[in-house]
Antibody, heavy 119, light 107 residues
Framework: QVLLVESGGGVVQPGRSLRLSCAASGFTFNTYAMHWVRQAPGKGLEWLAVISYDGMNKYHADSVKGRFTISRDNSKNTLYLQMNSLRAEDTAVYYC????????????WGQGTLVTVSS | DIQMTQSPSSLSASVGDRVTITCRASQDITNYLNWYQQKPGKAPKLLIYNASDLETGVPSRFSEGGSGTEFTFTISSLQPEDIATYFCQQYADLPLTFGGGTKVDIK
C-alpha cells in the first residue's frame, strides 16, 4: 500500500536550518509529482511547494520562496524540504503528499512531522 | 493567487442531519476543486476530486455540486464518524490554495 513517512522535524532556533524528509513506498515514486503542505497549530492548510516526477520542475509558494527548497532523490524514493532562515511563523506540522496523474490532486498524505521554531 | 472562501467556519448538527458547506473561489476554477476531511491529529484525507468525483471507498453520503466559482459540499446524513474539519482546495492554478476549513461536530 502507499506509504509516506515524514521525518526530520523538531525544535529549532530562529534563523537556523532544517531538512525534512519524506520516505515513499508502495508505489513507483519516480512517476509521481510530490507536494509539501503545512498546518500551523490550530490553523488551516497551507500549500508550500511541488516538484515534478523527475525533479526538473519546481514551484514554491511566495511565503517560502527563497528560504525553502523542495527536492527529491528518486534512487532513494525520498522527497525533501530544505528549510533555511526559519522563523517563528514556520512552526507547523509539515506534510508530504503524492499527486495523482496528471492533475494536482493530493491523493495520499504522510502523517506529518512537527517543526517548532523557538529560542 | 486564487482565494478560496469557505463557510461556515464551524457547524453543529445532529446525527442524520443533512450538512452543507460552501466554498467560493475568487475566480472561475471550472471544476478544479477537491475536498479533504481531516480528523483531529490526523493527516487530511481526499474525499472528492474534480468537484464531484468520489474517491474510492468514500461513502456515498458525501457529495459535491457546483462549478465555476461556487461549490457546495454535502453530507446527506451526518454520522458520528464524520466529525472532522473539511477543507476545499483549488488546483486550477499554482499556487494551490485551500479554504479556511469547516469544523463539523455533533449537536
Amino acid at each position: 500500500q502507499v506509504l509516506l513517512v515524514e521525518s526530520g522535524g523538531g525544535v529549532v532556533q530562529p534563523g537556523r536550518s532544517l531538512r525534512l524528509s519524506c520516505a515513499a513506498s508502495g508505489f513507483t515514486f519516480n512517476t509521481y509529482a510530490m507536494h509539501w503542505v503545512r498546518q500551523a497549530p490550530g490553523k488551516g492548510l497551507e500549500w508550500l511547494a511541488v516538484i515534478s516526477y523527475d525533479g526538473m520542475n519546481k514551484y514554491h509558494a511566495d511565503s517560502v520562496k527563497g528560504r525553502f527548497t523542495i527536492s527529491r532523490d528518486n534512487s532513494k524514493n525520498t522527497l525533501y524540504l530544505q528549510m533555511n532562515s526559519l522563523r517563528a511563523e514556520d512552526t507547523a506540522v509539515y506534510y508530504c503528499a503524492r499527486q495523482t496523474l496528471p492533475a494536482a490532486i493530493m491523493d495520499y498524505w504522510g502523517q506529518g512531522t512537527l517543526v517548532t521554531v523557538s529560542s | 493567487d486564487i482565494q478560496m472562501t469557505q463557510s461556515p467556519s464551524s457547524l453543529s448538527a445532529s446525527v442524520g442531519d443533512r450538512v452543507t458547506i460552501t466554498c467560493r473561489a475568487s475566480q472561475d476554477i471550472t471544476n478544479y476543486l477537491n475536498w479533504y476531511q481531516q480528523k483531529p491529529g490526523k493527516a487530511p484525507k481526499l474525499l472528492i476530486y474534480n468537484a464531484s468525483d468520489l474517491e474510492t471507498g468514500v461513502p456515498s453520503r458525501f457529495s459535491e455540486g457546483g462549478s465555476g466559482t461556487e461549490f457546495t459540499f454535502t453530507i446527506s446524513s451526518l454520522q458520528p464518524e464524520d466529525i472532522a474539519t473539511y477543507f476545499c482546495q483549488q488546483y486550477a492554478d499554482l499556487p494551490l490554495t485551500f479554504g479556511g476549513g469547516t469544523k463539523v461536530d455533533i449537536k
